[in-house]
Each structure stands twice: as structure tokens, then as C-alpha cells.
């Protein structure tokens, strides 16, 4: 997780693989009336992080066929 306060966003991983970002209020007013978040540098790069720790991790959890799916330049990804 980026921190364990709740005034920043968590990212919260379940044991398939499947990750929720969950956002502070402050976050989803800024998306809302931006339609963006802007992450410093610093801030980037413990999203990158992040980032680099849930795929570590995705490869143990994963289903085989989720694991070894390829994604191309027109996969459509679908937040739920």
C-alpha cells in the first residue's frame, strides 16, 4: 500500500490476483472536478512501485490462463 492513511489512495490486493484502488475523499473531488490526479515525482514513483510489487505477486496468484494472457495496444480494459 502507498500509506497507511486514508487520506491517500490504497491499493488493496486479493489473493487471485485482483487489486482495488481505493481513493480518499480528497482524491475523488480532485477526479471528479479534474478528471485527473497529478503525482509528483516522488509520488510517482512509489505508485510505480506499487505497480512493480502487484505484477511480482500477480504471476504467483494468477490462474494460469489469466497469467499467460497477452494484451495488445487495443485490449480494452475494464474497471468494476
Not at 17 to 27: Q, R
Not at 31 to 38: A, E, P, S, Y
Not at 55 to 67: G, L, S, Y
Amino acid at each position: 500500500m502507498m500509506s497507511h492513511n486514508s487520506n491517500y489512495m490504497k491499493f488493496k490486493q486479493y489473493e487471485n490476483g485482483s487489486c482495488d484502488i481505493e481513493f480518499s475523499w480528497k482524491e475523488r473531488l480532485t477526479l471528479f472536478r479534474k478528471g485527473k490526479l497529478h503525482l509528483t515525482d516522488e509520488n510517482l514513483k512509489h505508485f510505480g512501485n506499487n505497480l512493480v510489487k502487484m505484477v511480482m505477486d500477480w504471476q504467483i496468484n494468477f490462474k494460469e490462463d489469466i497469467a499467460n494472457k497477452q494484451t495488445f495496444i487495443d485490449t480494452k480494459i475494464e474497471g468494476k
